[in-house]
């Protein structure tokens, strides 16, 4: 039921045109890869979709609801950032069980879930250590757990692979894709849709 | 960030007008106050609609603080330190990252500790120093027997000595005496990239030329943030100068303040004190809406 | 972190350093010495140098009721004002943060105060203060003499904590604004996304992400107050009344060169030093373990 639509998006900073209208229809499920030049708009089309960017022009609608007023937590979306921005003073669990935090969802559940989580995404030994004491593809497995633990209606990953090396990149590729199809193959599947460059 | 809090903006609004109001009153309560005669500014409460007599009373403020030759020196101070600050500063830091000779960590440490200690808390002594600069080194001298050996060879007395109360160089050297400025530079040669030394190598440079031509140049934006909080600081500096200078012709604005405060006898001139504080503030205040940016930036890397 | 390319010559490079350890020897050095060699001996009367006195110039100072009394006003003083400059300053800086309407202004003339000199605020607030004309007798007209800084000592101490804060508050809202702006700002909207409102990211996000500043601040604001305090007690109060404002630099300055004790204002010079060079160490020490943001 999780679907996008998008139709006629725009975004001026102040007058220059940055995003020239946009019309993208993702459905349920779906696994949509955004590509272009850099500063071409990617990311301000993720950053209006999640909420963090006005919209100057056009709707945006998630599961047939408008969105375009809405505050980023209600829409119901989770990002993973291009520098995963992690909270430096908190530990692994306590940045992935965060967002359930700030939602009141009591400690023993929120552990549970956190718990959950971390081994989807491989960082049961990790739990107690802060961002700094981890690699970048660790931190990059936190910033997704981040994402998926609240069970999202949609997921963005903005340029999730472009601060890693070569060799990472193949195998965080591979993860997406099989977070993806674990993810999609619940009841409720997210929309998924990341940007990328593209690579030479 | 698409965010409806109306109550919690409200808020914030309200509190930056507050802290606003907070931050200007005291400034327009100077200039209005500034702007009364005698009678209108001992009114309680004081009308906050400006006066007439704004230029009665700098005249009179003027005149009174001999803000003429006081302001022209505090100018002269200000700039010098600043400028002295700069020069200083960014050789020693040159020294510091670009040479390696025996000592360099010992040298760097003792310009370093200088950041601990300010003016203010040694103030007896170096008020003592300053009555005579080269008293270090006569009793260097002195101890090394240095002043004796000369004495029995050539019959001389050795007697080192340079006053330095009541004049500039006594309100200016001791105030360059610290390291601010030496670790702002430091740590900007510190982002200068190696090729750029390797090439001036390369193109035959020595130190002294890759440090006037290249280093020097580049840290064009130091030197103005540098200078602008300097200037500032030295503009308000304000025991040393009321220690050195007894004679007036050397004295500098800010301590003139200290004539200006009103008679306890009879109704106090509180419109010309006012004035005079305008003037002596002006300055500084000028200095640091025009640099902001400046400002800012030179007082975060150098405290750091 | 060392530099690849250096130039090896030691002479050029001594050269270059001269003038600055010349002036700090002269103007720093020899003077700390001094003020040792000065607080351990005891001028003669009647000339002939000083003699070796040992602790004694301490003994008399910490038996000294009214030493003690400067350090704990000086404590009060430094307390105090720090509380209320780093308090406001806070509130300002978090709330510039949010960069609404007018939010540049704002960000410029907050940072005003700190340009003015102490001794000319100290003017202006005693004009401000002043119980018999400026705004504050509005007080003594409903109240009659429940405000008096030139006679109560508790209101000449809230008066130039006053001022002190004042100018203060612009310095610290230029730490702490700038300190808020390194945050990456994705980590505010991680916050966002995640479902904290403004002021739950303030105080889970931003208030934890600024401890290092908040220390750093603490320890300048209080050495600041210490020294930059004696423009404004000067011109403000002359340490009265009843030496209700006297505070340490005050009478270090009024025992040595009103007094002309030079044994005494050394002594009591030493431990100031002490005093500032522990906030110090105390605050390196901190930064050691500072957040790092990646």
Known sequence: ?200 | MVERTPIFNAICQIVLLIGLLTVLLPFVIVIVAATHDIRAVNTVPMSLVPGSDLFVNLHEAWVRADLGRKLFNSFLFAGAVAAGKVLLSSMAAFAIVYFRFPGRMLMFWLIFITLMLPLEVRIVPTYAVAANALAPFQAILDITGISWLIHQVSGLQVKLEWGLLNSYTGLILPLVATATGTFLYRQFYLTVPDELAEAAKMDGSGPVRFFVDILFPLSKPNMIALFTIMFVWSWNQYLWPLLITTDPNFGIAVTQLKNLIPSEFGLPDWNVAMAGTLIIMAPPLIVVILMQRWFVRGLISTEK | MEKRATFSSTTIGLLFAAPMLVLIFVFFYWPSGQALYWAFTLEQPWGGGNTWVGLQNFRQLLMDPYYWGAISRSMVFGLGSTSIAMGVALLLALFTDREMRGHKAYRSVFIWPYAIAAPALGLAFRFILAPEAGFLSLINQIWPGLWNPAMDGTDAMIAVIIAFSWKYIGYNFIFFLSALQSIPRSLIEAAAMDGSGPMRRMWDIQLPLLTPTLFFLLVINITESFQDSFGIVDIMTQGGPARATELMVYKIYFDGFKGLDYSGAAAQSIILMGLVVLLTIVQFRFVERRVHYK
């Open chain 1, 1 to 200: 039921m999780s679907s996008i639509a998008i139709k006629g998006v725009k975004k001026n900073y102040s007058k220059t045109a940055v995003v020239h209208g946009v019309d993208l229809e993702i459905a349920t499920g779906e696994f949509i890869v955004i590509l272009g030049p850099s500063g071409c708009g990617k990311s301000t089309l993720l950053r209006m979709i999640a909420g963090l960017e006005d919209i100057s022009g056009g709707e945006i609608w998630i599961d047939n609801k408008l969105v375009n007023q809405m505050e980023p937590r209600e829409r119901g979306c989770a990002m993973v950032f291009q520098n995963y921005a992690l909270y430096p003073h908190m530990t692994v669990a306590e940045n992935i069980g965060y967002a359930l935090k700030v939602a009141g969802v009591p400690k023993a559940e929120r552990m549970k879930r956190v718990a959950a989580t971390a081994k989807v995404v491989g960082l049961e030994a990790f739990l107690d250590r802060r961002p700094a004491a981890l690699s970048g593809g660790q931190r990059q497995r936190v910033a997704m757990g981040r994402a998926i633990v609240r069970e999202p209606k949609v997921f963005l990953f903005d340029e999730p692979l472009s601060n890693l090396d070569a060799k990472l990149r193949v195998a965080m590729r591979a993860e997406i894709r099989r977070l993806h199809r674990r993810i999609a193959a619940s009841p409720l599947p997210p929309s998924l849709s990341r940007t990328t460059r593209p690579r030479r």
